[in-house]
């Protein structure tokens, strides 16, 4: 996945310069061309949080089968990570309040 609006990040799937967005598109995880990873409230056009280090090449998002969503770097060195090892996670998603979440198979919150 690269440069597209996508509303899922599935393990093993990766964003690099595009977003995930809320199902009714009031908020998105914007992963941009400068590098920085930044959930955006686009309703009141602010970002609500942000993450990286500006003016570096872009990397990609990724979540990886081991239910850790990574921020990389161009070479591919963590930036950011989620939390700890979670191998029941399956997908990444922006909730319609603002919420990052991962979810297991069965659509719960880890």
Same mark, same amino acid.
């Not at 990609?60 to 989620?82: M, T």
């Given at each position: 996945? =690269?440069? %597209? /609006? %996508? ?6 799937? =990766?964003? =690099?310069?595009?977003? &995930?967005?809320?199902? /009714?598109?009031?908020?998105?995880? @914007? ?7 930044? &959930?955006? /409230? ?10 990286? =280090?500006? !003016? %570096?090449? #872009?990397?990609? &998002?990724?979540?990886?089968? !081991?239910?850790?969503?990574?921020? @990389?770097?161009? #070479? ?9 090892? !979670? ?14 979440? &991962?979810? !297991? %198979? /069965?659509?719960?919150?880890?």
């Amino acid at each position: 996945m =690269s440069t %597209a /609006d %996508a509303t899922v990040l599935r393990a093993g799937e =990766s964003l =690099s310069c595009g977003s &995930l967005v809320s199902p /009714d598109g009031a908020y998105a995880l @914007e992963h941009r061309a400068d590098g920085m990873l930044a &959930l955006r /409230d686009r309703v009141a056009g602010r970002d609500v949080w942000t993450v990286g =280090s500006a !003016d %570096a090449e #872009p990397g990609r &998002l990724v979540l990886l089968p !081991d239910g850790r969503l990574v921020l @990389e770097d161009q #070479p591919g060195a963590p930036v950011w990570i989620s939390g700890g090892v !979670d191998r029941r996670v399956v997908a990444a998603s922006v909730t319609d309040r603002g919420r990052l979440v &991962l979810t !297991d %198979a /069965d659509g719960g919150l880890r």
